[in-house]
């Protein structure tokens, strides 16, 4: 590959990541008459830069269709346009039912009583991830939770269990990717739950933008132990540029975020942050809780 293409890329992408640790000529630069190339060239570049291949190949696509539309090809110029993506434009039809732009903190917790307990200390945006494999269990759980919610501002998630869900009466439901197609989402969308999707990288964040789904989560941001990751762990400068394409929705910023890392991950641009063990492993989650609901809505 012509080293001139290669490093022009490469200065994009710290661009978007200015802590990747890459040492490039930034004076270099090049121009593409020939869209193949820059396909070519800019797929080649990903790769070397650590994005997974499907990402890669968005990206790919994605510059490919910015230098058709713009006529030229600009290594400064990161795609962020939806359009260059292949996504549809807004308003949708067939979207899920909006939930506010701005969720604030997101607390994932693991059972009614600590979504109860959250919800006390004032979280108002809390998902229950109650893992069983006993229907029983999960629907008590289910209903626990949302009667925990009741008379409350706050805005219940669940996990996974979308017909327990619907039944109970939750405000909406979070899926993985891995669970968009089991789960009847026609169902949902018809009973007015929200929901909301899991994403972690470019090609994930586009399945999940053909749903129209009431919000993204976008992860893992840092290192977490608590679910094997086929992807790395994202990094703040990934996540800002996710944030610039998929700025028409509500984004949730997941995976190993704690209060040390807030202020990085706010100036993305999301406007919520998830958090899981940074609350149920505090040795005082209500006091955690307020001091990270202070300093996100000091920062959104």
Known sequence: MNINTHDALAQAIIAANPTLALTVDTTRSAIFSSEAAVYRAAKEACLALGFIE?????????????????????????PEQAADFGMRAWPRKDAFAACPQKLGLYAVLPDAAWVARMV???????????KSGDSAAIEREVRAAVQ????????????????????????????????MDSADLQ????????????SHGYAEMLR??????????????????????VTAAQGTGRLRA???????????????????????????????????????????????????????????
């Not at 999940?208 to 990751?229: C, E, N, W």
Request: aromatic residues 8%; neutral net charge.
């Open 120 to 130: 006390r200390a004032g979280v108002t945006t809390v998902q229950l991830r109650f």
């Open 148 to 179: 925990a919610v009741q008379g409350t501002d706050a805005l219940l998630f669940i996990n996974d269990h979308w017909q327990a869900a619907i039944t109970a009466g939750a405000y909406g439901v979070h899926l993985g990717q891995e669970d």
């Open 242 to 300: 996710y944030a610039r394409l998929m700025r028409d929705y509500p984004l949730v910023a997941i995976g190993g975020i704690d209060a040390s890392r807030l202020p990085e991950v706010l100036v993305s641009g999301v406007g919520s942050v998830a958090v899981v063990r940074a609350l149920v492993a505090a040795e005082q989650p209500e006091a955690m809780a307020a001091s990270l609901q202070a300093a996100i809505n000091a920062m959104i």
């Open 208 to 229: 999940a933008d053909r749903f129209s789904p009431s919000y993204i989560a976008m992860g893992a941001v840092f290192p977490t132990t608590l679910k094997q990751m």
């Open 54 to 78: 499907p990402d890669a190949e968005c990206v790919a696509k994605a510059w490919q269709a910015m230098s058709q539309r713009t006529g030229q090809f600009n290594a400064q110029a990161w």
């Open 187 to 198: 169902k949902i969308r018809a009973a007015g739950l929200r929901l909301g999707l899991s």
